[in-house]
Protein backbone atom coordinates (compact mmCIF):
# COMPACT_ATOMS: atom_id res chain seq x y z
CA UNK A 1 0.00 0.00 0.00
CA UNK A 2 1.34 3.53 -0.66
CA UNK A 3 2.39 5.79 2.16
CA UNK A 4 0.27 8.57 2.95
CA UNK A 5 3.07 11.68 2.68
CA UNK A 6 2.87 15.07 2.19
CA UNK A 7 3.30 16.89 -0.90
CA UNK A 8 6.55 18.19 -0.75
CA UNK A 9 8.32 14.67 -0.54
CA UNK A 10 5.77 13.12 -3.65
CA UNK A 11 8.53 12.31 -6.18
CA UNK A 12 7.81 14.37 -8.97
CA UNK A 13 7.95 17.57 -6.59
CA UNK A 14 11.84 18.75 -6.79
CA UNK A 15 13.54 21.13 -5.20
CA UNK A 16 15.13 23.77 -7.23
CA UNK A 17 18.39 25.52 -6.68
CA UNK A 18 16.61 28.10 -5.16
CA UNK A 19 15.39 25.96 -2.66
CA UNK A 20 12.38 28.47 -2.04
CA UNK A 21 10.55 27.06 -5.52
CA UNK A 22 9.81 23.87 -6.65
CA UNK A 23 9.66 21.85 -10.10
CA UNK A 24 6.83 20.15 -10.09
CA UNK A 25 6.97 17.07 -12.88
CA UNK A 26 3.36 15.19 -14.26
CA UNK A 27 2.44 12.21 -14.58
CA UNK A 28 2.02 11.17 -18.95
CA UNK A 29 2.00 7.02 -19.52
CA UNK A 30 3.62 7.31 -22.77
CA UNK A 31 3.83 11.35 -23.04
CA UNK A 32 0.27 11.53 -24.19
CA UNK A 33 -1.74 14.43 -22.99
CA UNK A 34 -4.73 15.81 -24.34
CA UNK A 35 -5.25 19.31 -26.11
CA UNK A 36 -7.83 20.19 -22.81
CA UNK A 37 -5.33 18.71 -20.38
CA UNK A 38 -2.61 20.92 -22.14
CA UNK A 39 -4.57 24.05 -21.84
CA UNK A 40 -5.17 23.38 -18.30
CA UNK A 41 -1.50 22.84 -17.88
CA UNK A 42 -0.65 26.13 -19.61
CA UNK A 43 -2.90 28.05 -17.54
CA UNK A 44 -1.78 26.33 -14.34
CA UNK A 45 1.57 27.19 -15.29
CA UNK A 46 0.89 30.74 -15.47
CA UNK A 47 -1.28 30.78 -12.37
CA UNK A 48 1.74 28.68 -9.88
CA UNK A 49 5.15 28.99 -11.96
CA UNK A 50 6.63 31.57 -14.30
CA UNK A 51 4.53 30.75 -17.26
CA UNK A 52 6.97 28.43 -18.70
CA UNK A 53 6.64 24.26 -19.23
CA UNK A 54 9.85 22.05 -19.75
CA UNK A 55 8.98 18.83 -21.57
CA UNK A 56 11.44 16.21 -20.36
CA UNK A 57 13.51 13.05 -21.64
CA UNK A 58 10.83 10.78 -20.04
CA UNK A 59 8.07 12.22 -22.24
CA UNK A 60 6.49 14.07 -19.38
CA UNK A 61 5.72 17.77 -18.76
CA UNK A 62 6.93 19.77 -15.28
CA UNK A 63 5.85 23.00 -14.20
CA UNK A 64 8.98 25.24 -12.91
CA UNK A 65 9.24 27.69 -10.04
CA UNK A 66 6.41 27.08 -7.87
CA UNK A 67 6.45 28.39 -4.45
CA UNK A 68 6.52 25.65 -1.47
CA UNK A 69 3.09 26.91 -0.42
CA UNK A 70 1.20 27.02 -3.26
CA UNK A 71 1.87 23.22 -4.07
CA UNK A 72 -0.98 21.86 -2.48
CA UNK A 73 -3.08 24.10 -4.30
CA UNK A 74 -1.38 22.79 -8.00
CA UNK A 75 -1.54 19.21 -6.71
CA UNK A 76 -5.13 19.60 -6.21
CA UNK A 77 -5.85 21.28 -9.65
CA UNK A 78 -3.53 18.97 -11.32
CA UNK A 79 -5.75 16.56 -10.69
CA UNK A 80 -8.79 18.42 -11.68
CA UNK A 81 -7.03 18.56 -14.99
CA UNK A 82 -6.20 14.87 -14.90
CA UNK A 83 -2.41 15.46 -15.19
CA UNK A 84 -1.50 14.64 -11.52
CA UNK A 85 2.36 15.29 -10.08
CA UNK A 86 4.27 12.80 -11.60
CA UNK A 87 7.40 10.38 -9.91
CA UNK A 88 10.75 11.21 -10.39
CA UNK A 89 12.73 8.94 -6.75
CA UNK A 90 13.27 5.68 -6.08
CA UNK A 91 9.94 4.31 -7.28
CA UNK A 92 8.39 3.09 -10.71
CA UNK A 93 8.88 6.49 -12.58
CA UNK A 94 6.84 7.63 -16.01
CA UNK A 95 6.29 4.77 -18.50
CA UNK A 96 7.57 5.95 -21.73
CA UNK A 97 6.84 4.55 -24.96
CA UNK A 98 7.46 5.35 -28.76
CA UNK A 99 4.04 6.02 -30.93
CA UNK A 100 3.52 1.90 -31.67
CA UNK A 101 1.87 0.11 -34.65
CA UNK A 102 -1.55 2.64 -34.36
CA UNK A 103 0.87 5.30 -35.96
CA UNK A 104 4.32 3.77 -36.78
CA UNK A 105 4.85 1.91 -40.17
CA UNK A 106 8.24 0.58 -38.28
CA UNK A 107 6.59 -0.61 -35.04
CA UNK A 108 5.63 -4.29 -34.41
CA UNK A 109 3.31 -3.88 -31.62
CA UNK A 110 1.13 -1.59 -29.62
CA UNK A 111 3.48 0.46 -27.71
CA UNK A 112 0.91 3.03 -26.01
CA UNK A 113 -1.07 0.04 -25.12
CA UNK A 114 1.22 -1.58 -22.84
CA UNK A 115 2.61 1.37 -21.17
CA UNK A 116 -1.29 2.39 -20.70
CA UNK A 117 -1.39 -0.97 -18.34
CA UNK A 118 1.74 -1.00 -17.11
CA UNK A 119 1.51 2.72 -15.83
CA UNK A 120 -1.82 1.76 -14.06
CA UNK A 121 -0.57 -1.27 -12.09
CA UNK A 122 2.43 -0.02 -11.25
CA UNK A 123 2.99 3.73 -11.40
CA UNK A 124 4.55 5.77 -8.40
CA UNK A 125 4.99 2.03 -6.35
CA UNK A 126 8.50 2.60 -3.80
CA UNK A 127 11.27 0.60 -4.93
CA UNK A 128 14.62 0.68 -3.27
CA UNK A 129 15.91 1.94 -6.94
CA UNK A 130 14.22 4.02 -9.28
CA UNK A 131 12.79 1.80 -12.09
CA UNK A 132 12.11 3.09 -15.43
CA UNK A 133 10.71 1.18 -17.63
CA UNK A 134 10.73 2.14 -21.51
CA UNK A 135 9.17 0.63 -24.64
CA UNK A 136 9.97 0.39 -28.43
CA UNK A 137 7.94 -0.64 -31.38
CA UNK A 138 10.60 -2.09 -32.70
CA UNK A 139 14.40 -2.62 -32.82
CA UNK A 140 15.13 0.96 -34.14
CA UNK A 141 14.58 1.86 -30.43
CA UNK A 142 13.72 5.35 -30.54
CA UNK A 143 12.97 5.08 -26.61
CA UNK A 144 16.32 4.12 -25.79
CA UNK A 145 14.69 0.60 -23.73
CA UNK A 146 17.93 -1.34 -23.29
CA UNK A 147 19.04 2.19 -21.77
CA UNK A 148 16.50 1.55 -18.87
CA UNK A 149 15.75 -0.60 -16.02
CA UNK A 150 13.20 -2.42 -17.60
CA UNK A 151 13.22 -2.38 -21.58
CA UNK A 152 10.74 -3.56 -24.03
CA UNK A 153 11.27 -3.97 -27.69
CA UNK A 154 8.71 -5.49 -30.26
CA UNK A 155 10.19 -8.19 -32.44
CA UNK A 156 9.26 -10.43 -35.56
CA UNK A 157 10.97 -12.89 -37.26
CA UNK A 158 11.11 -12.78 -40.93
CA UNK A 159 10.41 -16.27 -43.20
CA UNK A 160 9.81 -16.26 -46.27
CA UNK A 161 6.55 -18.45 -47.94
CA UNK A 162 7.51 -21.82 -49.94
CA UNK A 163 4.05 -21.14 -52.03
CA UNK A 164 5.71 -18.96 -54.20
CA UNK A 165 9.10 -18.41 -55.72
CA UNK A 166 11.24 -15.26 -54.77
CA UNK A 167 11.23 -13.35 -57.58
CA UNK A 168 14.95 -11.74 -56.26
CA UNK A 169 14.03 -8.54 -57.17
CA UNK A 170 16.18 -6.98 -54.35
CA UNK A 171 13.62 -4.51 -52.35
CA UNK A 172 14.38 -6.55 -49.19
CA UNK A 173 17.92 -6.61 -49.44
CA UNK A 174 17.81 -2.51 -50.22
CA UNK A 175 15.82 -1.82 -47.14
CA UNK A 176 17.79 -3.89 -45.04
CA UNK A 177 20.09 -1.62 -42.79
CA UNK A 178 21.69 -4.55 -40.94
CA UNK A 179 22.69 -6.00 -44.66
CA UNK A 180 20.87 -9.59 -43.26
CA UNK A 181 19.94 -10.43 -46.60
CA UNK A 182 21.75 -11.58 -49.95
CA UNK A 183 20.18 -12.58 -53.20
CA UNK A 184 21.62 -16.05 -53.95
CA UNK A 185 21.08 -18.47 -56.93
CA UNK A 186 18.15 -15.48 -58.12
CA UNK A 187 16.33 -15.89 -54.24
CA UNK A 188 16.68 -13.68 -51.20
CA UNK A 189 18.75 -15.46 -48.04
CA UNK A 190 18.48 -14.24 -44.66
CA UNK A 191 21.89 -14.35 -42.31
CA UNK A 192 19.83 -14.13 -38.97
CA UNK A 193 22.87 -13.87 -37.05
CA UNK A 194 22.71 -10.17 -38.21
CA UNK A 195 19.27 -9.85 -38.16
CA UNK A 196 17.62 -7.88 -35.71
CA UNK A 197 14.14 -9.12 -36.57
CA UNK A 198 12.85 -5.28 -37.13
CA UNK A 199 10.49 -6.63 -40.20
CA UNK A 200 11.09 -4.32 -42.17
CA UNK A 201 11.31 -6.47 -44.86
CA UNK A 202 8.20 -8.14 -44.77
CA UNK A 203 7.19 -4.47 -45.41
CA UNK A 204 9.52 -3.94 -48.24
CA UNK A 205 8.37 -7.18 -50.49
CA UNK A 206 5.64 -5.73 -53.10
CA UNK A 207 4.86 -9.25 -53.51
CA UNK A 208 4.08 -10.35 -49.53
CA UNK A 209 6.27 -13.31 -49.99
CA UNK A 210 8.04 -12.73 -46.53
CA UNK A 211 5.76 -13.08 -43.52
CA UNK A 212 6.18 -12.19 -39.71
CA UNK A 213 6.46 -15.21 -37.70
CA UNK A 214 7.10 -15.10 -34.22
CA UNK A 215 5.64 -11.81 -33.13
CA UNK A 216 7.09 -11.11 -29.76
CA UNK A 217 8.63 -8.68 -26.71
CA UNK A 218 12.28 -9.00 -26.27
CA UNK A 219 12.13 -8.23 -22.37
CA UNK A 220 15.85 -6.47 -21.26
CA UNK A 221 16.80 -6.11 -17.13
CA UNK A 222 19.57 -3.44 -15.50
CA UNK A 223 20.10 -0.75 -17.98
CA UNK A 224 21.19 2.69 -17.68
CA UNK A 225 22.17 6.40 -18.93
CA UNK A 226 23.85 8.46 -16.53
CA UNK A 227 27.46 9.52 -16.67
CA UNK A 228 28.47 5.59 -17.25
CA UNK A 229 25.67 4.30 -19.47
CA UNK A 230 25.27 0.89 -19.74
CA UNK A 231 22.79 -1.86 -21.98
CA UNK A 232 20.44 -4.00 -20.28
CA UNK A 233 21.20 -7.22 -20.07
CA UNK A 234 18.21 -9.71 -22.21
CA UNK A 235 15.84 -11.84 -19.72
CA UNK A 236 13.44 -13.51 -22.61
CA UNK A 237 11.21 -13.16 -25.05
CA UNK A 238 7.51 -13.60 -24.70
CA UNK A 239 4.40 -13.90 -27.26
CA UNK A 240 1.54 -11.36 -26.09
CA UNK A 241 1.20 -8.06 -24.25
CA UNK A 242 -0.50 -9.99 -20.95
CA UNK A 243 2.57 -12.07 -20.80
CA UNK A 244 4.82 -9.30 -21.45
CA UNK A 245 2.28 -7.09 -18.56
CA UNK A 246 2.92 -10.12 -15.98
CA UNK A 247 6.88 -10.41 -16.56
CA UNK A 248 7.13 -6.79 -15.81
CA UNK A 249 4.90 -6.96 -12.90
CA UNK A 250 7.24 -10.29 -12.20
CA UNK A 251 10.65 -7.86 -12.26
CA UNK A 252 9.31 -5.26 -10.02
CA UNK A 253 8.47 -7.68 -7.45
CA UNK A 254 11.92 -9.19 -7.66
CA UNK A 255 13.34 -5.78 -7.73
CA UNK A 256 11.54 -4.59 -4.56
CA UNK A 257 12.39 -8.00 -2.72
CA UNK A 258 15.62 -8.13 -3.25
CA UNK A 259 17.90 -4.77 -4.42
CA UNK A 260 19.74 -2.67 -1.97
CA UNK A 261 18.78 1.02 -1.38
CA UNK A 262 21.86 3.57 -2.78
CA UNK A 263 23.10 1.65 -5.80
CA UNK A 264 21.85 1.34 -9.50
CA UNK A 265 19.96 -1.83 -10.40
CA UNK A 266 22.53 -2.32 -12.97
CA UNK A 267 25.43 -2.52 -10.55
CA UNK A 268 23.71 -5.46 -8.14
CA UNK A 269 22.17 -7.84 -10.71
CA UNK A 270 24.91 -10.47 -10.46
CA UNK A 271 24.17 -9.80 -5.74
CA UNK A 272 20.34 -10.27 -6.75
CA UNK A 273 21.01 -13.37 -8.76
CA UNK A 274 19.29 -12.23 -12.27
CA UNK A 275 20.37 -15.54 -13.91
CA UNK A 276 18.78 -17.49 -11.41
CA UNK A 277 15.61 -15.08 -11.77
CA UNK A 278 15.53 -15.79 -15.36
CA UNK A 279 15.47 -19.54 -15.19
CA UNK A 280 12.75 -18.96 -12.42
CA UNK A 281 10.01 -16.42 -14.82
CA UNK A 282 11.01 -18.40 -17.57
CA UNK A 283 8.96 -21.56 -16.14
CA UNK A 284 6.18 -19.35 -15.22
CA UNK A 285 5.34 -17.92 -18.99
CA UNK A 286 3.91 -20.60 -21.41
CA UNK A 287 5.81 -19.88 -24.70
CA UNK A 288 8.73 -17.47 -23.10
CA UNK A 289 12.32 -18.24 -24.19
CA UNK A 290 15.43 -17.01 -22.57
CA UNK A 291 17.95 -14.64 -24.67
CA UNK A 292 21.42 -15.59 -22.74
CA UNK A 293 23.25 -14.23 -26.34
CA UNK A 294 21.50 -12.74 -29.44
CA UNK A 295 24.57 -13.84 -31.31
CA UNK A 296 23.67 -17.51 -30.04
CA UNK A 297 19.95 -17.58 -32.32
CA UNK A 298 19.70 -20.85 -34.41
CA UNK A 299 20.16 -19.13 -38.23
CA UNK A 300 16.96 -19.36 -41.11
CA UNK A 301 16.51 -18.82 -44.86
CA UNK A 302 13.71 -16.02 -45.47
Not at 3 to 16: A, L, N, P, Q, W
Not at 95 to 124: M, Y
Not at 133 to 159: D, F, K, Y
Not at 215 to 231: A, D, E, S
Amino acid sequence: MQRDIGIHMKGGVITERDSEFCTVRLRAPAGIFTADQLRGIAALAKKYGNGEVHGTTRQTLEIPHVKGDQLKKLAAALEKNKTPVGSEKDEVVNIIACPGNTRCKFANIDSVSLAAKIDTKLFGKEMPVKMRIAIAGCPNACTSPMLNEIGIIGRVRPVRTTERMCTGCGNCVYYCKEDAIKIRNGISVLDESKCVQCGVCVQSCHYDLIRPEHRHFLITVGGRRGRHPKIGRSLLTVETEEQAMFVVEKIVDWVYRRAWSGRLLSEQLDDIHFDKFREEIVKKVPEAQPVVDEGSQPKMEV
